[in-house]
């Protein structure tokens, strides 16, 4: 990339854009204004990424338990970041989530950036729509670009990589999902950054998917896993599924894969 990029956040996103775009990386904790604009003096890039946020140590309803860390690293770092970019001209790429939505099974229409009805019943879900909602607005007038990722899926063995999640468990949902491919989401993001996108984009592949499609596809490698379904109603927790729409992204000249046609290639390099 010609333009100079800072990563903050050293997780497991900001750590692999960091690899694949070859660009600068911090882990410094933003609690005010001066933390943001003292490390962006230091490193005097042209883009930020934000890819700060918190989604419980071991699943989002952790977030309940420490609501302070989940504001601030979810709604005031991200605020925070955008004010001091767009006070030194510096475009502002933050990463969003797609699971903000009350989505209707019996009218799957996929999800436009723009749609409602909103996910309020998880705390997790509210945070990322306060900034996201800021974020969006400041994008009429600044140059501030907003990703929404959905289920991270990776060629590459990480604890948060829902296949890593998923061969942990005995039994798995069988409901429509949409997914990022992570290789495919750095794809969107350079080609954004390339032609210098504004506004709010679903960065996910195209279609859904059932996680027993996965898990089939990992049985080849692995005859001896086994799992059950289990069905929605019977997992008892308060947790947003549903589909987004690609449309956008597409218009913009990118090549959105399906979700079916990544499988292959996404297990065979995870067990590897």
Known sequence: MKNKILVFGK???????QKELGCEI??????????????????RPDI?????????????????????????ANVFVPVILAEACLRKNI??????????????Y?????????????????????TKIYSEKALVNLSEKFNVLILRLRIPLDNRNHPKNVIAK?????????????????PD?????????????RGLFN??????????????????????????????????LDRTNLILSTEKLEKTGFKVRKIQDVLEECVKGFIN
Not at 48 to 71: H, Q, R, S
Not at 91 to 104: A, E, L
Not at 208 to 233: H, Q
Request: glycine letters at 4%; a neutral charge; charged letters at 30%.
């Open 11 to 17: 997780g497991f996103l900001g750590s692999r854009i």
């Open 26 to 43: 911090t882990d410094r904790w933003i609690n005010v204004y001066k933390d943001a604009e003292e490390e962006i003096d230091k490193y």
């Open 48 to 72: 930020v990424i934000n890819c700060v946020g918190y989604i419980g140590e071991n699943n989002v309803d952790d977030c309940e338990k420490d609501i302070d860390l989940t504001l601030k």
């Open 91 to 104: 475009k502002f790429v933050h990463i969003s989530s797609g699971c903000i939505y009350d989505f209707d």
């Open 106 to 126: 019996s009218k799957p229409e996929p999800v436009k950036e723009t749609d409602q009805p909103y996910y309020f019943k998880l705390f997790y879900s509210r």
């Open 166 to 182: 998923l061969i942990r468990f005995k039994k798995i949902i069988d409901v429509p999902n949409s997914i990022t491919y992570i």
């Open 185 to 197: 989401f750095i794809g969107a993001l350079k080609h954004l950054l390339k032609i210098d996108a």
């Open 203 to 236: 960065i996910t592949n195209k279609g859904a998917l059932r996680y027993p499609e996965l898990m089939d596809v990992y049985k080849k490698y692995r005859p001896d896993f086994r799992y059950e379904t289990i069905a929605l109603k019977d997992l008892k």
